[in-house]
Structures are given as C-alpha cells and as structure tokens.
C-alpha cells in the first residue's frame, strides 16, 4: 500500500485543524460584553449638593485625637498586659507592666537608709539634749572656784557640736528621703499608662516579650479617642480654591455610596502635604500635594472604624 504524501495529504489535515483551533480560541477569547452591576456601589454626589456642586476628596477615618503611640520609658520584659483590643481606659489606667524586680529592690535600699538616718536623727537629738543638760549644770554652779572656766567652754562646745551633729543627721535623712522618692519614680516608670482616657486600638506586645525604646519596635499599643472620629479628607491642591472650607461634608463608606452621613468640620490643616490616600483609580494622579480637612463624624449611628477608607463630598463655594 502507497504510503500518503506528508506534503500533499498530512500538511494540509494539520493546516486545517490549526485554522479549526484558531477559530475557536478566538471565539472564546472575546471579550464580555453583557452588562452587570459594578460589584461596589461607586461614589456619586449626594442630592444635597447637586444642585451646587460639591468637591469629591478621599480619606481615611482617625481617632479625634489621631493614633497615639504607646512606647515605653524604660526597656526590659514585659510581664504584664493589661487592656485587650477595644477596650476602653480611662487617664492614667495601667496598660502594660515592664520587669521591675531591680526597681523593687532599689525602693527598698531607698527605704532602708532612709530608717537608718531616721534613727541617726534620733541618736543626735539624744547627744543634743544629754550636752545641754551637762552644759546647763556647769551653768548653775554658784561658787566659781568649784568649776574651771575651760570646763564649761568644752561643754558649751559640746552642745555646738551636738547641734551641728543633728544637723548633719538631718540633711542625710532628706538625702535618704528623696532618694526613696526618687526609687519609686523610677519603680512607676516600669508601668506604662494611659495619657487619657481613650480606646485601645491595637496591642502590640505580649508578656514575655522584651520591650525597647528605640526604632518602630518600641510601639507596643496604639490608643484614640473614638468619641467622635475624625475623617481626614485629602482635597487636591487645584480644587482648593473651588471649596466652601468650613461647610459640613458628606461622607460615605469607600464602595458604599449608599450609606451617606453629614461630618461637621472641625478644621484645616495648614500644611499642604503629599497625597498618600489612593483609591487605585487607573485615572488617579499621584504627583499631586493635597489639602487636609478635618470633618467630626456623628457620634451616633456612624458604624466606621479607624483607618476604613471613605470617600468624601465637599460643598463647592456658591457662584457670584
């Protein structure tokens, strides 16, 4: 039987199948063109504003006090955490608790030197009072010739002496007051507390784990006040002059266009500062500086977390 030709016979088969195969591909590779629902409501102008405008601005959600971080004055282990996420503290709360075996120790030499002058005081009040009494019979002794003149000059120095010796005494158990006072400062730095009373936003340290004061690391607690949150509005730097500074805003949740709630504003910062707020916008310019507006969310009903992403909508100023 006659073998079929490869270049007659088996090249175009092949030839064929490739077209066949192409087809299909580039049937399948079509782009979708039916159209669907956005998966996230985008934003748009509330009705409010529509008939004058408004200036659209991107931000973040902030403690009204900003995030403060919480580091501590001295380094070591950390023995003891006493707050969680959430939770709410009041000013000078106790957060976290450093190792203060050694701190313990020093309050307690402190104190012990400190008795001990206290008892160095009462020894020379002792000598005090023994030189006067020995001074004051040398003093009452009628007949002169009984007692040497010298006799009563070395009692009248005893006394001097005496008196100076209290006075020594004295000014050590200050010393050794102050350095039981100075102990104790030293034994409360090992408790970190709060600055005032705010919410714990994040805890970032665990008992066991050693503790700095230098660097990043050394943030162990992020805390805010969350009553009201703030939202930080980024206003590009050639929309500023079209803005009604001053006047409430609209904000809504980033994908959420639905939910809006009105945000007093509480100021502008005066630094005009890079843009660092992004939406991934594929049409976003990021060589930009922007202007930073301060809006106070409703304290009530806001349902908004620190940090969440959220777009906001300026009134623009009104045409003359």
Do not use: C, W
């Not at 005893?158 to 007051?177: E, F, I, K, P, Y």
Request: glycine share 6%; net charge positive; no cysteine.
């Amino acid at each position: 039987m006659k073998r079929p030709s490869f270049s007659r016979v088996i090249l175009p088969i092949i030839a064929v199948i490739g077209i066949i195969g192409s087809i299909i591909y580039l049937f399948n590779a079509q782009p979708d063109t039916s159209l669907s629902n956005p998966k996230e409501t985008p934003a748009r102008t509330p009705q409010s504003q529509r008939q004058t405008g408004s200036i659209v601005g991107t931000g973040v959600t902030e403690p009204s006090s900003e995030v403060v971080d919480i580091a501590t004055n001295v380094p070591g282990v950390v023995t003891k955490v006493f707050v969680a996420p959430g939770d709410q503290v009041s000013a000078g709360q106790a957060l976290l608790e450093i190792d203060s075996r050694s701190a313990r120790a020093a309050v307690s030499e402190a104190a012990a030197r400190a008795a001990t002058a206290r008892q160095s005081i009462a020894a020379a009040q002792t000598g005090l009072r023994v030189a006067q009494n020995q001074y004051a019979l040398y003093q009452n002794v009628d007949d002169s010739r009984a007692v040497s003149q010298q006799e009563v000059i070395t009692r009248r120095d005893a006394v001097a002496n005496a008196r100076a010796q209290l006075s020594v005494a004295q000014a050590q158990a200050q010393q050794a007051d102050a350095q039981v006072t100075q102990a104790r400062v030293e034994l409360a730095r090992h408790v970190v507390r709060a600055p005032s009373a705010m919410e714990v936003l994040q805890v970032d340290t665990r008992a066991g784990e050693y503790a700095g004061t230098q660097g990043s690391a050394s943030v162990l607690m992020k805390l805010g006040a969350t009553k009201p949150l703030h939202v930080r509005l980024d206003i590009d730097e050639n929309q500023i002059e079209k803005i009604a500074i001053g006047q409430p805003a609209v904000i809504s949740a980033r994908g959420d266009a639905k939910r809006q709630v009105k945000a007093v504003f509480v100021r502008a910062e005066p630094l005009i500062v890079p843009k660092r707020s992004l939406t991934n916008s594929a049409t976003e310019r990021v060589d930009v500086r922007v202007l930073q507006l301060i809006f106070a969310l409703p304290e009530d009903g806001a349902q908004f977390f620190v940090g969440q992403q959220v777009d906001g909508f300026v009134p623009a100023k009104v045409k003359q």
